[in-house]
């Protein structure tokens, strides 16, 4: 069955970094590009950033650029987030989500607090 697992989140303190990782299995993970999105405390669903399948195009939010980075590993069916010089308002639950089929992770938990 399609499996998205994330993991890497925890509490950082700000200007801290984290690395996201998401495991995909069930389906064929270099067909598809693949987001982030997050979710903020008491706020709606954030796009984070978009990877295309091919890993040549990236697109990060104008609230993450130059602080955060997507890649992925299609031989190892993985996504990443790489996540520097967090702040708190980037405080939030991130989904790994494959867009085109509707397919979400359970989401990590990632707070940036001192």
């Known amino acids: 069955q399609v499996q998205l697992v994330e993991s890497g989140g925890g509490l950082v303190q700000p200007g801290g970094s984290l690395r996201l990782s998401c495991a995909a299995s069930?389906?064929?993970?270099?067909?598809?590009?693949m987001y982030w999105l997050r979710q903020a405390p008491g706020k709606g669903l954030e796009w984070v950033a978009s990877?295309?399948?091919?890993?040549?195009?990236?697109y990060v939010a104008d609230s993450v650029k130059g602080r955060f980075t997507i890649s992925r590993d299609n031989a190892k069916n993985t996504l990443y987030l790489q996540m520097n010089s967090l702040k708190s308002e980037d405080t939030a639950v991130y989904y790994c989500?494959?867009?085109?089929?509707?397919?979400w992770g359970q989401g990590t938990q990632v707070t940036v607090s001192s």
């Open positions: 989500i494959n867009l085109d089929e509707g397919y």
């Open positions: 069930g389906f064929t993970f270099s067909s598809y590009w």
């Open positions: 990877i295309d399948h091919g890993d040549s195009n990236t």
